[in-house]
């Protein structure tokens, strides 16, 4: 990470750390921004505030629960025919 800074990057991104300590470490160690991709593990935004985290980022991660929830539809479809997880209020917007 400190060759990309020393190439001129104004903020760094760790993709795959989510130890608390780690991250601690690497926002002491690089002196610039750090960006967080969230993920299981990881800190709770505040604590991550708290460290000194520049911005948390939640990736693919939307996209991919929202197929999940298109897969288990789509699954309940064909082994049951009904379609009751479409109307699941846990996961629609607010009217």
Known sequence: ???????????????????RDTIAKL?????????????TGCPSLAELEKIGVARASAGSAVMRATLGLARRIGKEWKEKGTYDSLFDERFHLPS
């Not at 400190?2 to 989510?18: E, H, I, N, T």
């Open 27 to 39: 926002v002491t160690a690089i002196g610039a921004p750090l960006n967080i991709l969230r993920s």
């Open 1 to 19: 990470m400190r060759a990309y800074r020393k190439a001129g990057a104004d903020c760094l991104f760790a993709p795959g750390v989510s130890d």
